[in-house]
C-alpha cells in the first residue's frame, strides 16, 4: 500500500473513461483516501461513490481560483489535510490558428494551464502543514502532453500545445519554489491515450495505423497514466522533482 494514510484530490476525476478516474481508482487501491473534482454535468460525487465511502467528490470548476481554494478547504477538512494533487482536468480542440476565436483560445489555456496554477496556489498551503510534512511531504503532479514537447499532434493545435508547454516552465518553477517546503512537483506527457479525449477523433483504423507508429506497438492506456501518477505521488519518487516523464510508447523519444 504505498499511499496509506495519505489523502489526494484528483481534478478532472470523473469522466468513466478518463486518466483521472483511472488515477483515482489506483490511488484509492494503494490506501488513500481520494478527493475527486470535476464539473457538475461529470457528477463527481457518484463517481466517488463508485470507489468507496472513505472517498468523497465535489463540482469544481479548475478555472475558477476561488473555487478551488474553497474546494481544497472542504476536503482537507473532511479527509484530514492534503498530501497528494494530480492536476488533470484537461479540454482539446483541433482548431487551425486562423479560426481559433478568444472564447476557445480562454477556455483551452484556462483549464490546461491555468487550472494546474490554481489548484497548485491552493494545495500549497495545506501541504506546507506540520501534518503533511510528518506523513513524508506534498506532491503535485500536473498532466501535460506530447503536444507539449512536440508542438501539437494528433489532435491539438497551438493553444493546445502552447497550455501543455506552460505546464512544463510551470511545474519546474514550483519545483523550485517550493521544494524547501518539502513539496515536490512533476510533470506527465502522455502520448496518445486509447480513451473518451481521443474517442470521435480516431477510427478503429486510424488507432491500428497509429499505433503502428509507436515503437511499443500500442496506443496507451489510463492506467499506463495512472501508473506513472502513482509513482510520482508515492514514496518511490523521494528524489524526483521538477521532471517531465514522458508516458508515450516511445512515440517520442529525446
Ligand atoms: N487521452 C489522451 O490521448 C491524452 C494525451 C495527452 C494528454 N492528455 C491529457 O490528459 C488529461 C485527461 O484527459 P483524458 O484523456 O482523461 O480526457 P477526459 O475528457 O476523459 O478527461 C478530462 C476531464 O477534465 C474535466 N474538465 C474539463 N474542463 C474542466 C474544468 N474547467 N474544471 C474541472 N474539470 C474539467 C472533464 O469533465 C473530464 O472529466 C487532460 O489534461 C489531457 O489533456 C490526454
New binding site residues.
Given amino acids: 500500500m504505498l499511499l496509506r494514510d495519505k489523502v489526494a484530490v484528483v481534478?478532472?476525476?470523473?469522466?468513466a473513461?478518463?486518466?483521472?478516474?483511472a488515477t483515482a481508482r489506483r490511488f484509492a487501491r494503494e490506501g488513500a483516501r481520494v478527493a475527486l473534482?470535476?464539473?457538475m454535468?461529470?457528477d463527481p460525487a457518484a463517481a466517488a461513490r463508485e470507489l468507496g465511502p472513505e472517498h468523497v467528490g465535489h463540482v469544481?470548476?479548475?478555472?475558477d481560483r476561488a473555487a478551488c481554494g474553497k474546494a481544497l478547504e472542504r476536503v482537507a477538512g473532511e479527509l484530514g489535510g492534503i498530501d497528494i494533487l494530480v492536476g488533470?482536468?484537461?479540454?482539446?480542440f483541433g482548431t487551425p490558428l486562423e479560426e481559433i476565436d478568444a472564447a476557445e483560445y480562454d477556455l483551452v489555456m484556462?483549464?490546461?494551464l491555468r487550472?494546474n496554477f490554481n489548484m497548485a496556489q491552493a494545495a500549497a498551503p495545506h501541504m506546507k502543514s506540520a501534518q503533511v510534512k510528518a506523513r513524508g511531504g506534498g506532491s503535485i503532479v500536473m498532466?501535460?502532453?506530447?503536444?507539449g514537447q512536440v508542438g501539437g499532434g494528433l489532435?491539438?493545435r497551438s493553444h493546445?500545445a502552447a497550455a501543455?508547454s506552460g505546464i512544463f516552465g510551470l511545474a519546474k518553477a514550483l519545483a523550485r519554489e517550493l521544494a524547501g517546503d518539502g513539496i515536490r512537483v512533476n510533470a506527465v506527457?502522455?502520448?496518445?491515450?486509447?480513451?473518451?479525449?481521443?474517442k470521435g477523433r480516431m477510427t478503429p483504423e486510424d488507432k491500428v495505423r497509429i499505433a503502428k507508429t509507436v515503437p511499443l506497438g500500442r496506443l496507451?492506456t489510463?492506467e499506463d497514466?495512472a501508473d506513472t501518477c502513482l509513482y510520482l505521488a508515492s514514496g518511490l519518487s523521494a528524489y524526483v522533482t521538477g521532471s517531465v516523464l514522458s508516458v508515450n510508447g516511445g512515440l517520442h523519444i529525446y
Fill in positions: 481534478t478532472g476525476a470523473a469522466s473513461a478518463g486518466i483521472g478516474r473534482l470535476d464539473l454535468e461529470c469544481c470548476d479548475v478555472r488533470n482536468a484537461g479540454v482539446v484556462d483549464v490546461n487550472g498532466i501535460s502532453s506530447i503536444a489532435f491539438g493546445y501543455k506527457a502522455p502520448g496518445v491515450i486509447d480513451n473518451d479525449f481521443t496507451g489510463p497514466i
